[in-house]
């Protein structure tokens, strides 16, 4: 047993999220892994000390709901720390099951329930006074008059927002639909993708992609963080590969603005595109926790798996915001998926750029920028076993970013092309 374990301080982290395991392992504070894999690669790394075997979420999420509170109940775990799209949702709705036993800092579920559902979020948008691309149901648009994209209406399809899904089930739906106007897709086949009545979104010419991520106080900012995407998974778009921490004061305006209306309580991820026609920055969506690019906000020096941990176990008054400025970061396997993505992916809205010229610029700023998210010389053995899962088994399951689902953070539904998207033939959009 760790020299951790006798504090009886431990925090709780389901799934396979490095950034959050060595962040408060090297805080002393004693770290509880939970996954449904006995090997997930997180689970090597020297600031992890325990792991304990869960159900998956996906093949039953009450059964995960009530693993977690079953750890949650030991009397040295503190609090758990939302990491995985199911956790907000899991956390908010059974927040009387996990509040006998932890601390945890997420809204309540009708808050949980503006965010998750995209209409609402929109309609939220517009009280704040607020810009975000005009939102509708599927169902209620009768002509596509502009350029548009259907996707699904709730970051987690779940009972409580569905009514065809009981309590145990749940689908993170990743659809996405560009249209052009005058077309009309088939509504059978839409509803038979989405599993739902899906929202359409104007579509939003894009001159840059950011996030904005915080970390709230009953509508108060106890910590903010912006960066700006260089790189995506793909050269058509996706989650980032390659950031830079940024400031921009207009952004911070408009994120806090919505926030504070709002009232909200815990972490926030928000995703911005950057209108190429009017400059505003478009809200797209809020994740309820820790996002993919979480590695590249604490090497900026913004601790944000520590400010939770400081909120969820009264003391707030500790953390200390700030971050510096500038700085890039890597996520070595995404940028692999970026350069290969130059041969193998296709868009009718994005122009293919040169192989060789991508190949060097991302071969320039490793060297000029050399700050990895995951490869880390004094815990090597993690980043080794992400490579060897992507490789030869899941294919980067379990990690905390994956090159091409997006499944843990920033950048969910991207209103930029990218794999894996049903595009509509002819359309003439502009790209960035």
């Known amino acids: 047993m760790s020299k951790r374990a006798h504090a009886r301080n431990s925090v709780l982290v389901p799934s396979g999220n490095y950034t959050c395991i060595r962040s408060l392992g090297e805080r002393g504070i004693h770290t509880v892994m939970a996954s449904e894999h006995d090997d997930t690669p997180a689970a090597s790394s020297r600031f992890c000390d325990e792991l304990v075997r869960i159900p998956a979420p996906k093949d039953d999420l009450v059964a995960y709901k009530d693993a977690l509170v079953g750890i949650a109940a030991r009397p040295d775990v503190k609090t758990i720390i939302p990491t995985r799209p199911e956790d907000g949702y899991i956390f908010s709705k059974y927040l009387d099951e996990f509040e006998q036993y932890v601390d945890l ?30 939102t509708r149901l599927f169902s209620e648009v009768e002509a596509f008059d502009e ?120 972490l926030a991820c928000i995703e911005y595109l950057k209108d190429a026609e009017t400059g505003e920055f478009k809200l797209i969506e809020i994740n309820p926790r820790m996002w993919q690019s979480l590695p590249s906000t604490v090497r900026a020096g913004a601790d944000f798996p520590y400010y939770y941990w400081l909120q969820a176990t009264g003391q707030k008054h500790r953390i200390e915001p700030g971050y510096e400025l500038g700085v890039g970061t890597h996520y070595l396997w995404g940028e692999l998926g970026y350069v290969m993505s130059v041969r193998r992916d296709d868009s009718p809205l994005v122009e293919r750029p040169s192989l060789a010229k991508t190949v060097w610029e991302v071969a320039a700023s490793i060297y000029h920028e050399p700050r990895f998210d995951l490869a880390r010389l004094d815990d090597p053995v993690p980043f080794a076993r992400y490579v060897h899962h992507a490789l030869f088994n899941r294919g980067g399951d379990e990690t905390e970013e994956e090159p091409t689902a997006d499944r843990d953070g920033d950048g969910d539904e991207s209103e930029e092309p990218r794999t894996g998207i049903t595009l509509t033939p002819g359309l003439n959009f502009r790209g960035r």
Do not use: C
Request: proline share 9%; glycine share 8%.
């Open 105 to 134: 800092v997420v809204p309540d579920f009708e808050t949980l329930r503006r965010v998750h559902d995209r209409k609402l979020l929109y309609e939220a948008a517009v009280e704040a006074g607020v810009p975000m691309p005009r």
């Open 147 to 266: 350029p548009s994209i259907i996707k699904p209406r709730y970051n987690v399809v779940a009972g409580e927002y569905v009514d065809s899904y009981d309590p145990h089930e749940y689908d993170i739906v990743k659809s996405v639909r560009h249209v052009r106007p005058g077309d009309r897709p088939d509504p059978d086949e839409i509803y038979a993708e989405m599993k739902h009545d899906p929202i359409v979104q104007d579509y939003v010419p894009t001159e840059d992609k950011y996030m904005f991520a915080a970390l709230y106080d009953h509508g108060e900012p106890l910590a903010t963080f912006q960066h700006l995407q260089i790189r995506g998974n793909s050269y058509t778009g996706g989650g980032g590969v390659y950031r830079t921490s940024v400031y921009d004061p207009e952004l911070e305006s408009v994120a806090r603005k919505l926030l504070g209306h709002i009232n909200w309580h815990g």
